[in-house]
């Protein structure tokens, strides 16, 4: 199946900067979601763009979507240190039913206070 | 409280040996799903259940078997026969059969002796 790819890997700010993931993709898609993991848990629901919007606001939370360059990018403003955590794209494939998303590797978030 | 619940959060198995992972859900969804989760990597679909009595393979389902007798509850049994178990299991589930925003139990990590 076609992942997502998130990048960076790793990335660590200082608290109150910006975070900027971003999450590439292969197929065309019905929709792309953004889910955040904090360490040993499970996943939560973040945001949830569909393949005719551009982008989405969510709190402090920002996500655009490119389906020309099949891109999609997470900001997150202002950050916390609560926001240390993995981000995870995942796409739904056009087509795709139940089992229609697949997971990206993540992008690991740091906050430094 | 609506949510899902998994457990243990912690299970070990010898060789040899069947393991069940419980996951029970009380947010009415229909749609029920298996993933597993390894070290730096993203969640890889094993099973799904879009309705009771009813369930799909998913990408990595050779090693593992589910039911669906309730609506409420879908476990998962690692066989023997899965020879690589270790790792970070987590279901989720979402309201209808789309795919769309899932939600996610806290996980079970299950490791062999």
């Known amino acids: 199946s076609q992942q997502g790819e998130e990048d960076p890997q790793a990335l660590s700010i200082q608290e109150g900067e910006n975070a900027t993931m971003n999450c590439s993709y292969k197929t065309s898609i019905n929709n792309l979601q953004w889910y955040r993991q904090n360490s040993g848990r499970g996943l939560v629901h973040l945001i949830l763009i569909r393949s005719n919007e551009r982008e989405k606001h969510s709190g402090r939370l920002r996500v655009t979507l490119d389906t020309s360059k099949k891109s999609s990018s997470l900001l997150i403003t202002a950050s916390r240190a609560a926001d240390t955590a993995s981000y995870f794209c995942?796409?739904?494939?056009?087509?795709?039913?139940?089992?229609?998303?697949?997971f990206g590797k993540g992008t690991h978030l740091i906050i430094q206070p | 409280d609506g949510g899902i619940t998994q457990s243990p959060k912690y299970l070990f198995r010898k060789e040899g040996q069947n393991v069940t992972l419980s996951c029970e859900q009380n947010l009415n969804h229909d749609a029920m799903y298996w993933y597993r989760q390894d070290p730096g990597q993203g969640l890889r679909l094993i099973y799904y259940?879009?309705?009771?009595?009813?369930?799909q393979k998913g990408d990595i389902a050779e090693g593992y078997s589910v039911s669906r007798e309730k609506k409420e509850s879908f476990p998962l049994t690692v066989t023997s026969a899965q020879k690589n178990p270790t790792a970070f299991y987590l279901c989720?589930?979402?309201?209808?059969?789309?795919?769309?925003?899932?939600?996610f139990g806290s996980g079970t990590q299950l490791s062999v002796l």
């Open positions: 995942a796409t739904h494939h056009s087509g795709g039913g139940a089992d229609g998303l697949t």
């Open positions: 989720a589930s979402s309201i209808g059969q789309s795919g769309e925003k899932l939600f």
């Open positions: 259940s879009q309705i009771v009595n009813d369930f």
